[in-house]
């Protein structure tokens, strides 16, 4: 009885061990394979992107990952650091891999989870916190209309109410370039419009306004008083909701008839 018990002892014992070194060495790394994945989306090497997620690759996780920003990217308000969290989604923006994207926003199941794991870097207070660094502020600030139809198409709706804020305060500045040309200033405008009928157009309330102890306009209306009329019209003629559109019709009924800072520029 007692070599009986020692065998099996001993028998079972070789059992686990055999099965943890074969978990250890053909059981793939998680991180190692998340890696692989963030490599070739910097590369926008669709292929290998398509074979990893067809080989069951999760795209919901974020890591630590190394990738180095050119200086004049649009992006550098969000990826200022070399080494930083890194989700599959954010990665593709960032990187430019517009090829691979796609493929990535189809196979993601739960693109709520990363807009927030894509926000989570910037551990910021205030109203405008989150809505300042996810995966929407990344098409909002950059006026990328593509980029955002492409999300909201994937899933990710516009819930926190103040993307309109985001879009009139904290987007892009190219008016600080000392080469930005009056063409371009109109082009921004007309870039910024789209962006914002299309945040209307997908739940975002024109009552929002910048979180300040002091009255102040909408961030709608300070967006009509420095467009002009035409770009004004233009945006309530692509307003879906009837009852907005009246609602801004009347907003803009209220601007004074003199010049604004786009009518000068024609």
Known sequence: MKIFVMTFFISFSLLIGSYLLF??????DPVLSQKKLLDAIVR??????????????????????SFE??????????????A??????????????????????????DIKLLNELTASHYK??????????DLLALAVRTDNLKLLRQLIAAGLKPERQNYLVVAFFVGRK?????????????????QRSAIIVELINS??????????????PTAVEMFFMLAGPEIRDAMIEDIRDEKVKKQLTEVASRMRVKPTSADKQN
């Open 23 to 28: 978990t250890h060495f053909s059981l793939p």
């Open 44 to 65: 926008d090497d669709v292929e290998t992107v398509a074979q990893l997620l067809s080989k069951g690759q999760k795209t919901e996780f974020a890591i630590d990952y």
């Open 69 to 82: 920003l050119p200086t004049d990217s649009i992006y550098r308000f969000y990826a200022s650091e070399t």
């Open 84 to 109: 930083m969290l890194y989700n599959p989604i954010s990665l593709a923006i960032v990187a430019g891999a517009e090829k691979s994207l796609p493929l990535i926003l189809a196979d993601t199941k």
């Open 124 to 133: 910021k207070d205030g109203q405008l916190g989150k809505s300042s660094y």
């Open 174 to 190: 190219e008016s600080d370039n000392k080469n930005f040309s009056r063409a371009m200033f109109l082009e921004s405008l007309r």
């Open 203 to 216: 739940g975002q309330t024109i009552s929002q306004r910048l979180p300040v102890p002091f009255p102040m």
